[in-house]
T-cell receptor, first 118, second 113 residues
Framework: EAQVTQNPRYLITVTGKKLTVTCSQN?????MSWYRQDPGLGLRQIYY???????DKGDVPEGYKVSRKEKRNFPLILESPSPNQTSLYFC?????????????????FGPGTRLTVT | KQEVTQIPAALSVPEGENLVLNCSFT??????LQWFRQDPGKGLTSLLL?????REQTSGRLNASLDKSSGRSTLYIAASQPGDSATYLC????????????FGGGTRVLVKP
């Protein structure tokens, strides 16, 4: 089954304690991305990756890091979490239009990770 | 910078009525437009994707149109059912940024039995 998986699904942590949220996709997608969803602010992109070893900032990258060492995985790292990073996080993947292939660029989302930082 | 707007923010209809959900965007160079459904506290389920070269897409009771010149997309859901109650999000894709999606704020739909 084609899917994007995220772990953990729920996480409560304290300020300053480093954490990693994992994301994995099994569709051989080049493009992967992280979004956060907050009431009244909607979904905003944090970081994205066009392919292995290629990452770039989205709209709200402060306080986050990412890496793309393998095509299927795109972990989100919070080096020193703060309460304003309490949010619902989504990982997404798709083929990228830059590949110039006639394939679907539909973006698939993971189930979400609800993070609470106290 | 692309901006996506969905009005109204909430909508309530009786069961059986057709639903019409609106999405507007500011940049006509949009690469694609995707409609999602989100249930409370859950993830996003993709409903339809319209490429910029297309005018509409259909899947079962769902039909989505795209008019780049007017900056609008519309999602039609025929013969609504209580199970259609959810938040519907539209998002515009940006080719230059890989496939970055800019989301609207969503329309929360309630279908009353």
């Amino acid at each position: 089954e084609a899917q994007v998986t995220q772990n953990p699904r729920y996480l409560i942590t304290v300020t300053g304690k480093k954490l990693t949220v994992t994301c994995s996709q099994n569709m051989n997608h080049e493009y992967m991305s992280w979004y956060r969803q907050d009431p009244g602010l909607g979904l905003r992109q944090i970081y994205y990756s066009m392919n292995v070893e290629v990452t770039d900032k989205g709209d709200v990258p402060e306080g986050y890091k990412v890496s793309r060492k393998e095509k299927r995985n795109f972990p989100l790292i919070l080096e020193s979490p703060s309460p304003n990073q309490t949010s619902l996080y989504f990982c997404a993947s798709s083929h990228t239009p830059l590949t110039r292939r006639s394939i679907s660029y539909e973006q698939y989302f993971g189930p979400g990770t609800r993070l609470t930082v106290t | 910078k692309q901006e996506v707007t969905q009005i109204p923010a909430a909508l309530s209809v009786p069961e059986g009525e057709n639903l019409v959900l609106n999405c507007s965007f500011t940049d006509s160079a949009i690469y694609n437009l995707q409609w999602f459904r989100q249930d409370p506290g859950k993830g996003l389920t993709s409903l339809l994707l319209i490429q910029s070269s297309q005018r509409e897409q259909t899947s079962g009771r769902l039909n989505a149109s795209l008019d780049k010149s007017s900056g609008r997309s519309t999602l039609y859901i025929a013969a609504s059912q209580p199970g259609d109650s959810a938040t519907y999000l539209c998002a515009g894709g940006d080719k230059a940024a890989g496939n970055k999606l800019t989301f609207g704020g969503g329309t929360r739909v309630l279908v009353k039995p």
